[in-house]
């Protein structure tokens, strides 16, 4: 099946820097969208970006299909960007269903 | 905006009782809604699709008649845990693509399940 790798695995901030998260998948993929999973568990749609790039606010996303790789940009982090960023992708196969990545634990230090 | 709503969102139970969870698409029809698991500090595992008037496919290693899933609407699902076991204990989220045409998923706010 297909692997989604994320790195860094965990990160530290402080307040006010900027970071980078990185997404590396091993096949073609449709679709890939970005999550923020607050500490309740909630995942938080961020970006909806199969190629390209987006922004919004602090966040922007840029996707290189050709080259199988997505970044997320945090500019000015805050203490609520704490939590865990997923990517995810859609295998290709029309079947709407994402495959998620291991995961980027952000803390945010004030 | 869309969105996507489950219940109970926390649940603890006996072992060798079963536990039905609640999908509900709030604001859009969904012919299609999809079952994850999530341990501690893992990432999410795809279980099964939910297809609305038909079988539940189920992923690889995952017990169909452990987690019966049942699509009863365009606008709900069910998975019950039948006859948990502690090792049953998870966060399970359910989701849903908005329109068929993008694709994008929305996902529920997670049902976290303790078996004792």
């Known amino acids: 099946g297909i692997q989604v790798e994320q790195s860094p695995p965990d990160l530290i901030l402080q307040e006010g820097a900027n970071s980078t998260l990185r997404c590396n998948f091993s096949d073609s993929v449709n679709n890939l969208q970005w999550f923020h999973q607050n500490p309740w568990g909630q995942l938080i749609n961020l970006f909806y970006?199969?190629?390209g790039t987006k922004q919004n606010g602090r966040l922007s996303a840029t996707t290189v299909a050709t080259e199988r790789y997505s970044l997320l940009y945090i500019s000015s982090s805050q203490t609520t960007d704490s939590g865990v960023y997923f990517c995810a992708v859609e295998r290709g196969t029309g079947a709407n269903n994402l495959f998620f990545g291991t995961g980027t634990r952000l803390t945010v230090i004030p | 905006g869309a969105v996507v709503s489950q219940h109970p969102s926390r649940v603890i139970c006996k072992s060798g009782t079963s536990v039905k969870i609640e999908c509900r698409s709030l604001?859009?029809?969904?012919?299609?809604m999809f079952w994850y698991r999530q341990f501690p500090k893992q990432s999410l595992m795809l279980m099964a699709t939910?297809?609305?008037?038909?079988?539940?496919?189920?992923e690889q290693g995952v017990e169909k008649d452990k987690f019966l899933i049942n699509h009863a609407s365009l606008t709900l699902s069910t998975l019950t845990v039948t006859s948990a076991h502690p090792e049953d204990s998870s966060f399970y989220i359910c989701s849903a693509p908005l329109a068929s045409s993008t694709g994008e998923l929305f996902f529920g706010e997670g049902s976290r399940l303790t078996v004792l």
């Open positions: 939910s297809n609305e008037g038909s079988k539940a496919t189920y």
């Open positions: 604001d859009f029809q969904a012919t299609t």
């Open positions: 970006i199969p190629s």
